[in-house]
């Protein structure tokens, strides 16, 4: 009877381990997303910057930036919205991960 007892104990430290580990590969992983995401709004602002700095406007799309500032970053991961409404103001810019549900 004590031997069950042992047994079931270890069986629930076990589950209790793999669950814990689970939560944090889980927290990882969604922190090393957030920082790529914001690795990539950085690259289309900088990019955008020294547009501006070099050209003294804003380009109107990503593909100007893509051709002339060698942007670049995983399109079938990220969306980019890029909103330029004044070569004069700095643009609007949004990246979303692909398939997350914030989209």
């Not at 957030?34 to 380009?59: F, H, I, S």
């Not at 995983?74 to 004044?86: G, S, T």
């Amino acid at each position: 009877m004590r031997r069950d007892k042992k047994d079931i104990a270890a069986g629930v430290a076990f589950v209790a381990l793999i669950v814990c580990f689970l939560v944090m590969v889980n927290a990882i992983t969604s922190t090393s997303d957030r920082q790529e995401t914001q690795l990539v709004y950085d690259a289309v602002k900088n990019a955008a910057l020294t547009c501006y700095a070099v050209e003294g406007a804003y380009p109107e799309d990503l593909q100007y930036l893509r051709d002339h500032y060698r942007l670049a970053y995983n399109q079938e991961k990220f969306v980019v919205e890029y909103d330029a409404f004044a070569s004069n103001l700095m643009p609007g810019i949004t990246v979303l991960e692909r398939g997350n549900s914030e989209l």
